[in-house]
């Protein structure tokens, strides 16, 4: 969502570094950089003349002008502007009851429904949560039924609507029903329109009078820009909007609603959704938004990420042969596999610092079946074959190169970088001898 800005406001600072020292010129040609660079990423106007003015008022102080890395001390001006800006710390769900009635507004197309169940699986995975997805969307019977297949593909429960058709006593009666069975959490999911009208405001208003809900979050599409945040600011006018979540964050969007959302409607940014898995959504930390948008890369993120996602047993095990030089190809295919269920690798390199000795791997531009290929060789394989590639002749080759729908060159490359990787590990073994 950030690269297109990222990119242009690391290559403004890469120019201040060129600079013996810093004076108020080269902090205001700098500010006219960021500036441009803010509007072209849809930015709201009177957000980009807050942000700038604020800067410039502390970056032209004597302190930093005259300070030993004064390059360094305006990065960090910046970093805390931007962390203000996009809301300045992580705001937590607040779920006071048992159960907590959590309501899920937005215009139609924004994602609710997908992302009420993140939303539940979320609370269950990371919060032992036990939740009830409420569909009430009674004017499109699709949005029920696709509540109930996420629900039943993620082990979640949706409630049954059975022949109730109206939205208020559809929720009213679920929530009912979620403190007679004890759970912990109600998501109501709602119905949408395709822009904001009387009719749908009533019908959110009358549900969430109807349930007291502890939360109320609208859920904005970012690919849409400055209109999720108009319709944010509509929807928080008629109703006690608690949040604001995030969805398609992995798209080709240019991050002016995340970068305006705080500022314009005055509530906090909570959540984002990274991809179109359900488990593809996380909490929206300000901090480290602010620190991957100048390029200092967001290494918390990524180790709660594989901390989540890989399993830490079979991980151990794989240090363990990497230590006794026992790696094998089935091995090999095993933990790509892994990294893959975290999310696309590029991704997860994104999280990298793009300045220092980690600059070059965070560029690496890698396909997202970029691992395809191997793992097909390797599967083409017998198990002898994976845990002892010396049986490989050539007629071998062949046969793996024929059923994995590669070539011969393919198959002798893949087999070249492994045992590259052996070699490598030998000599690591070497030298802690």
């Known amino acids: 969502m950030f690269d297109s800005l990222s990119e242009k406001l690391q290559r403004v600072f890469k120019e201040l570094r060129g600079e013996g020292h810093l004076t108020e010129f080269h902090v205001d040609e700098a500010l006219k950089e960021i500036r441009t660079a803010l509007l072209e990423a849809d930015v709201n106007l009177q957000v980009v003349k807050d942000f700038t003015a604020a800067v410039r008022e502390k970056a032209v102080g004597q302190e930093v002008l005259t300070s030993f890395s004064p390059v360094q001390q305006v990065i960090q001006i910046v970093r805390d502007e931007l962390t203000r800006v996009l809301g300045g710390a992580v705001a937590p769900l607040a779920l006071k009851k048992r159960p907590s009635v959590v309501l899920v507004v937005g215009l139609q197309g924004s994602g609710k429904t997908t992302t009420a169940a993140k939303l539940a699986l979320h609370l269950k995975k990371n919060f ?12 499109r019977p699709a ?16 409630w049954d609507p059975k022949a109730e058709n109206d939205a208020v006593a559809r929720a009213r009666t679920a929530v009912k029903e979620a403190k007679l069975f004890g759970y912990d959490v109600a998501i109501v999911d709602t119905a949408g329109r395709l822009h904001v009208d009387e009719a749908l405001m009533d019908e959110v208003a009358r549900l969430h009078a109807a349930i007291e809900a502890d939360e109320v979050l609208f859920v904005a ?3 849409t820009g400055q209109d999720a945040v108009r319709s944010a600011a509509a929807f928080g006018a008629k109703l006690p909007l608690t949040g604001v979540i995030l969805t398609k964050t992995d798209g080709d969007a240019r991050g002016g609603a995340a970068l305006s959302l705080a500022s314009v409607v005055g509530k906090p940014l909570k959540f984002v959704g990274t991809g179109e898995k ?20 967001d290494m918390l993120s990524l180790m709660e990420k594989v901390s ?3 399993d830490q047993a079979a991980a151990l095990r794989a240090a363990e042969k990497f230590r006794k030089n026992q790696f094998t190809l089935t ?6 596999r892994q990294l893959k269920s975290i999310g696309p690798l590029g991704s997860l390199l994104g999280h990298l610092p793009k300045v220092g000795p980690l600059k070059q791997l965070a560029n690496v531009e890698i396909p997202d079946d970029a691992t395809k290929t191997m793992e097909a060789i390797i599967d083409s394989m017998t198990p002898r074959e994976r845990e002892d590639p010396s ?6 080759r062949k046969r793996i190169a024929a059923g994995s729908g590669t070539t011969v060159p393919e198959v002798n490359q893949l087999l070249k970088q492994y045992l590259s990787m052996k070699k490598m590990m030998k000599g690591a073994a070497r030298m802690r001898g």
């Open 308 to 310: 989540a996602e890989t």
């Open 221 to 223: 599409d970012s690919m």
């Open 331 to 336: 091995d090999l295919r095993d933990q790509v």
């Open 391 to 396: 049986v490989l002749n050539g007629s071998r």
């Open 128 to 139: 032992g949560k036990s939740v009830l997805l409420v569909p009430a969307d009674v004017h």
């Open 278 to 297: 359900v488990k593809d959504f996380e909490p929206f930390h300000p901090d480290r938004a602010a620190s991957r948008l100048l390029g200092l890369g």
């Open 143 to 158: 949005a029920t039924e696709q509540l109930r297949t996420l629900a039943k593909e993620n082990g979640l429960h949706a």
